[in-house]
């Protein structure tokens, strides 16, 4: 067994893990829930927050320069992403792709217009980068229901990714073995029994749709629960060195980062099993 890093004290660790896992639940089922109550147009408003909530965490979990551009350029590419999610026809991943070229050249412009206040400029370009891709990926998601069974394919996946990070942070409470690193509090354990859980969560929630078989929906459940998990095991890596910017409920940004990423990254892995399954 690897020792705890002696920065962080026991407690903290299981705080910050209980944190991340209440707000997964909570994002989880809001992002599963309201949809199924009000269809198509739940998914994209309840979407939409998410992005949202998900660029104003960045900009203050992560506190890099260029906020105001940050918080533009992240909010413009989720909509123009869900506008082309939307509308794009036939549902393909390639809606998404114009909307990533125009975000390239506007970080660009955004880099150009901080002036004599260009610092870390590397640091600004890598962090609106990462953050327009995961809001653009995020959009994945309305592309997955437009396909045949694919409300139920992106409710399942909701509900994979957010059993496999809530369970993951809970088991590294009781248990973070193997540590994938001293300075980290997680550990593959945790990643393992996530992807198990994702996958009797999307069993769960594809039993009965008859275009995905049961080793479909296992199948769906453990690629996005494995994904998720890892992703989320990333996240850790990142709060490590981060120094939130001073904002209200500040302390909230790096735990919803931890739930918001993983939903984000996992979105197009979700389209691309999801036609897979149904063929």
Do not use: N
């Amino acid at each position: 067994m690897t020792q705890t890093d002696p920065a962080i004290a026991p407690p903290r660790i299981h705080r910050a893990h209980l944190e991340a896992a209440g707000l997964a639940a909570v994002v989880t089922a809001a992002l599963a829930g309201i949809p199924a109550a009000a269809g198509w147009s739940g998914l994209v408003v309840a979407l939409a927050a998410v992005q949202a909530l998900m660029v104003l965490a960045w900009m203050t979990g992560l506190a890099l320069p260029g906020r105001i551009g940050t918080l533009v350029l992240g909010l413009a590419a989720a909509a123009g992403a869900d506008i082309a999610a939307a509308v794009y026809a036939p549902p393909s991943l390639a809606a998404l792709l114009s909307v990533l070229a125009l975000a390239f050249l506007a970080m660009l412009v955004h880099q150009l217009c901080r002036g004599v206040v260009r610092v870390r400029a590397t640091a600004s370009i890598a962090g609106v980068a990462t953050l327009v891709t995961l809001t653009v990926g995020s959009a994945s998601l309305l592309v997955l229901h437009r396909i045949p069974a694919g409300a139920d394919l992106a409710s399942a996946a909701v509900l994979a990714v957010g059993s496999a990070v809530c369970v993951g942070h809970l088991v590294d409470v009781v248990l973070p073995l193997p540590r994938f690193s001293d300075q980290v509090p997680r550990g593959a354990l945790a990643t393992l029994v996530g992807a198990a859980v994702a996958a009797v969560a999307a069993a769960w929630r594809l039993d009965g749709v008859g275009q995905v078989t049961r080793a479909g929906a296992v199948f769906v459940g453990i690629v996005l629960g494995l994904v998720a998990g890892l992703v989320a095991v990333g996240v850790s890596y990142i709060e490590k060195s981060a120094t939130p910017r001073p904002a209200p409920l500040w302390w909230l940004a790096l735990p919803y980062l931890k739930i918001a990423l993983p939903l984000a990254a996992t979105a197009p892995v979700a389209y691309v099993v999801g036609r897979i399954v149904v063929g």
